[in-house]
């Protein structure tokens, strides 16, 4: 009797069958859908009602100011607000994926609210020529919105997310010829990746999109179109003719079936139910019809609404929320009337063994090969249920039948049921597929082999996993909630976004437990519970909401407090926000967060506690932008890490600052250092260094640095460098001015005095010398190599005659050996002291019996070695160091 209770509330539509059933009777009061403009959103999403401005209608007892309300889908206000938009006729109205309400009026403006009835700012336009022609029909999709405007022109948004209007070509229609329909086909179901628009005109369909028109004439698809309806997957369309019929063609536009309607009148609403009816809507007739002549009426006496979902068609009207809907397969096979299925049977098994009855066992026996399959067919008849008694009666049936099925474990296993017929004792025994075949003979018994191999479609776990589900569809079924989604919904939507919908709603506490008992995060939930609690509750002191805001916190670990208290301190609740964010662990939310509610010195705290750089110069820069100078060096003078940071960040590129830090600080000698670098930099540019030879840019930095040094007895040897860098600077100015010539700048004492004598200028190379103290070693040294530079022997000859050098005849010999002068080196190696340097300056030379002589003069054998190898290749050269070394072993020495 339960079958036919059941089946009875079906329709039977060819081979198919259809139910309706009321999903929630509306508890709205006063609505007349007839009056008003109406906009529903998809997977039982919220009811957006306005007077239709359109109509005429009487007002009773209601304001004459239109209100914008929106209602859960079983009629709950969840809030209302004012209509006080200009831009003239609200044209359409829809709801984004999102669930953010979007409507558009006659001059092309955009407005959008979110559920709870609050404008989302800023307002968008379709653009001017929409503005300029006026919008007299809209076509929503998802997240995009096709218009059309009293000139035929076609404007198209793609995505709400992201606003920008677009025209689509020209179709080539004027006002006096508006199209009779419009549909879109979306863009995830197009060729080209963008929307294209159906549009039914006099003599054919035109398809429009962003680059071109086509055009299907009236032969190609039977008459004139009054009415179009795509289907949910892009695929088909349903077209209602001039003369009645209901053609269904592919997007090709090829015919599948014909439908002769009755009236010719179009209707006022079409939607496909599911992919295999489509529905119709005149004044008081829904009619349902089929791929065939087949079809179904229903008779409604008020107006209704269709709301197409993927696998039916929900029917608002003024009382109730029905859904239409093709009786899933595997319900059909329990409930249907005289049905013998496995499932049926098991169903009915259930309902045995609750009576007690034997005919229980009798029903197992019938199905036992199929149990597992009949199991399955009820925990998925279960979830294609909103009737909640009726799933449980379902799963307990899958349940009873789960019992008596057992998981094969291996293929080559097979389970064998040994049964005696008199006293029903069962036993089961697995045995080997070769040995089965053996069993009969050798133990004289019947054996029903009760299921062969492994069996991989049926999972123990299902049952629970589909109550899993059913116990979130039935919670947000609730008329308070008023979310009425099918488990196919449910899968296409997906849990988080489920979730997400919920909290959007502020139903927090149902979002968390969902959450919690999915094993999904819960940190989106407390955190957006928290946010709105924050703007909630401008009535409760900081303190006391810190606390009801912690307790709540501390349930997630790792959740953003910087995230909540960024919220508080949009809010305008400064001091919530700075005890939220001394609770946030990771420094990287913290710190820039802090600097926001204008905490710098804590911000400052964190950061240098935290080790991290970065954070450090994020505090450093935006304190160095808001505070003075001195303030902002009293702030890091405390702060080691921050000051060092600083210090090393202002050496590279703020020197100014960094010099009235240190003056600030009394660190004078590192300014002076400073000052001395900037000499060096600015010696680099060519510019700089024009202007007075003794005023000059550079001198006056090194000069300051000079007195900066001396003013403490640390930095003496700094001050006396100074000065000489100073007075250096000044000398070879003087001598590029006075020789024309810039080669003296920037070069050492040594070079300033070898480029004079070189140039023959020896007075200034000797005022160099006496100005700078340099020695008598050094300055041989130096006028020899000049001399031997510029080649000039007869003065080095002279210079060598002068005075007894006080470092010997080496440098003149050195000087002349590196030139490769040898003439010139043969003058002065006989003037050397030391045989040992005799020997090697001639052997330098190559006269190796010259060399030979000087070593034996020093009688070091030791030198000989060394000079034989240098003449290794000369074999006269090495048998005379040979008897000389031999010469004096003899001698011993």
Known sequence: MANVSVAAEWQLLINRYYRKPELYPMRWKHIDLSRNKVACAPFGGPIAIIRDDSKIVQLYAES?????????????????????????????????????????????TIYRYNVHGEVLEPNFSMGKECFEQNVVDCVFWGNGVVCLTEAGKLFCVPDFKEIKPCKLAEVGIGDEELPNCMAVIEPQYTVSGNVEVLLGVGSGIVIVDEDEVRFIDEEKIGGVVLKIAVSHNGRFLACFMHDGRLVVMNTEFRDFFQYQCESALPPEQMAWCGLDSVLLYWDDVLLMVGPSEDSVSYIYDEPVIFIPECDGVRILSNTSMEFVQRVPDSTVSIFKIGSTSPASLLFDALDHFDRRSAKADENLRLIRASLPEAVEACIDAAGHEFDVSRQRTLLRAASYGQAFCRLILNSNCIFVCLYSAGDKIWKEIVLGAWLAKLLPKAIGVEISIWKIGFDSNFQRDHIQEMCK????????????????????????????????????????????????????????????????????????????????????????????????????????RRKLAAMLVDHEPRSSKQVPLLLSIAEEDTALIKATESGDSDLVYLVLFHIWQKRPALEFFGTIQARPLARDLFIAYARCYKHEFLKDFFLSTGQLQEVAFLLWKESWELGKNPMGSKGSPLHGPRIKLIEKAHNLFSETKEHTFE????????????????LEVSTKQPIFVDSSISDTIRTCIALGNHRAAMKVKTEFKVSEKRWYWLKVFALVTIRDWEALEKFSKEKRPPMGFRPFVEACIDVDEKAEALKYIPKLVDPRERAEAYARIGM?????????????????????????????????????????????V
């Open 469 to 572: 589900t059913l116990r979130v569809l039935n919670a947000v079924r609730n008329p308070e909630i008023g979310i009425p989604l099918s488990i196919e919904q449910y899968k296409l939507l997906s849990a988080p976004v489920l979730i997400g919908r919920l909290i959007n709603a502020h139903q927090h506490l149902l979002a968390l437990r969902i959450s919690e008992y999915a094993g999904m995060n819960q940190e989106v939930v407390i955190m957006h519970w928290a946010c709105t609690k924050i703007t909630a509750s401008l009535a409760i002191p900081d303190a006391a909401l810190l606390e009801i805001i912690l307790d709540k916190l501390k349930l997630c670990k790792g959740i953003s407090y910087a995230a909540v208290a960024a919220h508080a301190d949009r809010s305008g």
């Open 719 to 734: 001050s006396k460098a100074a000065e000489e860098h100073a007075k250096l600077l000044r000398i070879q100015h003087e």
């Open 64 to 108: 004459a100011l239109r209100k914008l309300r929106v209602f859960n889908s079983a009629g709950i206000l969840l809030s209302e607000t004012v209509w006080k938009h200009p831009g003239g006729r609200l044209i359409g109205m829809s709801w984004t994926e999102d669930q953010t309400l979007i409507c558009i009026v006659q001059d092309g």
């Open 848 to 892: 190796a019996k010259e060399a030979a002589d000087a070593a034996s003069q020093a009688k070091d054998g030791e030198l000989l070695g060394r000079l034989k190898l240098s003449f290794a290749q000369n074999t006269a050269a090495s048998s005379i160091f040979d008897t000389l070394r031999d010469r004096l072993s003899f001698q011993g």
